[in-house]
Each structure stands twice: as structure tokens, then as C-alpha cells.
């Protein structure tokens, strides 16, 4: 028989003693998907050539490892020829022979298991890191998820109040620091940065003993937000099994440490209007003057009348738009002393009570300047909060119901009869105002003329 030519085709018919040459000759001929050369030195090794296709013009040649296992053809691929030399492939099929002929296992079978185990590895650390990364989650954390929850439900003054209690604090400013320049942080901010399952019932007896030393009204406050914030955790299963009891503020102790508010008697006696009114008017600060007396002849709290815009001021139909803490917004009568005093305040910006040096546009609560007027009255502590306090408290000498001044205030109905079966429209609610607020003068001793047009009105001390 003639000798095969080095450029000839291998014949596939019987084994061969694999080389690059024969490799390289190997191809698959038309009509077939794929022919197989076998070796003669590693049995079950297989050199595989497969047809040409669009993708793959020149068709691919892997090494591949055959074997029978239970009557059964099991095909194993090495690697493709390019990546593997022949004596490395030879290793590695006799290897695989040793798993089949040995161990009766299909390498195959061994590999899926394998990968399947390494899978299930990898999946079970990944859980392992979740879930130290959610045990690790910090009150602060959370926290900012709450707010964001909750923002719809919330008006903008109580959402800026929670955010407040976990200030960082450290901003430069020349007001309220007690000389230090630098505001202070939040009253919470302590326990932000503690992982939620380490914010324990002790840690925050701990936390309210310290804070009932220096504050403890802005502390009993901020206690009252904690509890709802766990609270809020404890319904939702990202959270749950985070806290280490139930509601860890919930406890005796830290009732007992912040202690109970004492009840605020400061309030304007009828016979300190004069001097109230005559100490207020001769503050410099004429957006000042007007807002403190804006706050007693409304009832209104302190951040609400702040807030007032221009837009909320409807003059025709002689109404004040108040954004509420407690139901969004309501409308109150815009009565003609008050109107008088906004007609003649300078209209900087969107404000009613406007600052020309303050950040946000706004005055600050002037506690200072009342404090100082007050000592020139001679009125012993009586706080911004005492003005609203006066107002209801003055409205007793009127016999104004009760309802009445729980609207004009802003205070939930206390009956069921107000709160279902009582409606008062703003032109009702004008006559007690009106008549609250003409006693109120008269009996500060000021004659006004309530018929004069808001921006020509005739104020003049009696």
C-alpha cells in the first residue's frame, strides 16, 4: 500500500499518532456536521472538526474525550486546538479515563455538580454579605427611608422638624449658637449612627436621661418621633427583625427620665395689653412689630404665620391662607387691624414677614426683641407661644364658643357635633374674629378706624 502524502486528508478510518500536521489537514466534508480523528497513544481521545458555517467560515477543531459508559456514548470537550497542545489534551483524556473506567462517573455529570456546588457557594456568601449588610444598617439609615415614606402624609413644617432632629449640625452662623459659631446637632442625631439592632431600650434611657438634663421639652418631643419611627419599623418585614425588642422606647424608665411637661401659664392679663402693645410698636424693626402682633390677634402659631405668603393673602374676599401642621392648610378671617399692619410691610420677596439678611427670606423667630419689649412693658415671662396662649385665654372675656376659637386657631374639633355636624363658613368666623380683635384694641387703648382702606389705615394710640 502507497504511503499517505503529508498534504492528504487523514484517514479517519483508523487511529492516528496525532501531530500538528494532521490537525491541520483534518476538515469535515460536505454533507456532514462533524467527523472525529481518533489517537492512538491517550484511547478515547478525539481530535473533532466541525462543518463550515456563516459564523464560522472555517468551521472549529476542539479535542474532545469519548467514551461508552453503561452502553452509553458519553463525549466530553477537552478544549479547542488552538488553546491546547496534543500532549496536554493526551493528559487530560487520560484522566477522564481514569473517572470512567475507575469510578463508573460520567465526567460530565462530575463537572454539573461541580459548578452547580460553586454556584450555590458563591449564592450562600452573597446572602452572607446581604445580610451582614443589613444587619449593619444604621438607625440614620432608615431613618431617611422614613421620612421619605412618610413625606406625603406629613406637612412641610413637621417634615423639616424630623430632619432637624438628626442634623449633623457643625454650619457656621453668627445666631442661636450660644457663642460657639457652629450650629449644634440634632437632639437624635447620637443614636444615628448606631446599627438599628444595637438602638436597645438602655441606649435610649440613656439617651433621654442625658438630653432631660438640658432640654427636656425639645427631648420629649423628640422621643415621641422616635417611638413612631419604630413603630413605623416594626411593619415592615425589611426592619422588623432588626429591632432587638418590640419598640425599644417604649420603656418606663425613659418616661420617667424626660418626666412630664409642666403646664405654660404665660399669657397676656387683659390689663397688660396697653403696655404690651406701646412696648411692641416702638420696636425698631417694623416687619418685627407687625409679626408680634399679627401672633396675638390671629391665634395662629409662631411657624405658621412665618410661612404666610403674599398669595395667601386673598383680599377680596378678605381671607388668610394658613398652612397648618395639623390639616394642611385652613382660612381665617383677614381682619382690619392685621390688614393694616401687612399694608405697610416691604414686599422683599414671596414672604409677608420678610428678612433682608435671613438665608431662607424669612425672619427668625425674634424671641430677643419680644424678651426686650417685654422687659420694657414690665411683663415677666411671657413667651412667643404665650401670645397664642393670650389669644384664646382673652377670648374667654367675650363668650366666643369654643368651636369658633378651635377653628381660628387650628385646633382639631374636640366633639363630635364639631367635627360632623358643624360647618362655619369664613364670613361666620369674620364676626367673632372681628369682634375678638376690636376688644383686643380697645382694650390695649388703640382707636382704629376699621372702615379705612387697608393701605390708608389710621392707627392712633389713645
Known sequence: MARAKKTDAPDLGEAQDLTEGLIERLTCPPGKQQVFMRDTKAPGLRVRATVASVKNPQGSKSFVYEAKLDRQTIRRTIGDVRAWDIEAARTEARRLAVVVRSDKADPREIERQQKAALLAQVAANAAKVE????????????????????????GERHYCEHALMVNPGGIKTMRGTRGRGVTEPGILRPLMTLPLRDLTAPVIEAWADNEAKTRPSAARLAWRCLKAFLSWCEEHPAYVDLLPVKNPAKT??????????????DALLREQLPAWFDAVRQLQNPVIAAYLQTLLLTGARAGEVLGLRWDDINSKWRGLTIRDKVEGTRVIPFT????????????RNEFVFSSAVSAGGTLVIPRNPHNDACKVAGIDGLTIHGLRRSFKSLTEWLEIPAGVVAQLMGHKPSATAEKHYTVRPLDLLRVHHEKIEAWILEQAGIVFDAKAEPGKLRVVAG
Open 336 to 347: 382690619p387691624y392685621v390688614a393694616s399692619l401687612l399694608a405697610t410691610l416691604p414686599r
Open 131 to 154: 445580610a451582614e449588610k443589613v444587619q449593619a444598617v444604621t438607625v440614620g439609615e432608615v431613618w431617611t427611608v422614613y421620612l421619605e415614606a412618610r413625606k406625603k402624609h406629613w
Open 252 to 265: 418606663t424608665k425613659t418616661r420617667e427620665a424626660l418626666g412630664k411637661p409642666k403646664v405654660k401659664q
